[in-house]
């Protein structure tokens, strides 16, 4: 098991991912597994450069890199992802860009955890903003198809 967790290492170094998943495999680490193939299925280069970084337990470079290379929809959802919806609306409200997201996903997730809102800034925006699932949908889905073209 040493070896094969060294060799990982090593792969993800070298970004090596097909190496990866084998590695991780052999020891038996399966949501490893599938995070690295779904960074492997990503559209292109930066996005799986960014999501490599969040594996690494490097989440700030890889939100950096999302917001250099202008991906903010990437940077606000990986946010979402890590529970860090403050910075998530903050990103939104600076880049003027899916603030309707940021409160839809938080909405959603409220409601999985039986919990009502607390944070002022979110019931202020969300009094503001109408937050509509399939326009939000919508724009996620236009985005995706514009990455898999540039890609």
């Known amino acids: 098991p040493e ?4 060799l990982a290492a090593m792969a993800i170094h070298a970004r090596a991912l097909e190496t990866v998943e084998i590695a991780l495999a052999a020891i038996e680490e399966v949501d490893k597994v599938h995070f690295v193939a779904h960074i ?22 890889g ?22 919806w403050n910075d998530a609306l903050e990103l939104a409200l600076k880049h003027q860009t899916h603030v309707d997201t940021v409160l839809a996903y938080r909405q959603q997730h409220l409601q999985q955890m039986r919990h009502v809102e607390t944070n ?4 202020t925006w969300a ?11 919508q724009k996620i889905a236009e985005l995706k198809q514009d990455e898999q073209r540039s890609a």
């Open 3 to 6: 070896l094969w967790a060294s």
């Open 40 to 61: 492997g299925k990503l559209p292109d280069e930066i996005l799986r450069s960014a999501e490599l970084a969040l594996f690494c337990k490097r989440p700030d470079e």
């Open 120 to 123: 002022e800034q979110f019931k």
């Open 63 to 84: 939100l950096n890199i999302l917001v250099q290379n202008k991906r903010f929809y990437r940077a606000i959802k990986m946010n979402i992802r890590l529970h860090r």
């Open 127 to 137: 009094a503001q903003v109408e937050v509509d699932w399939d326009t939000v949908k």
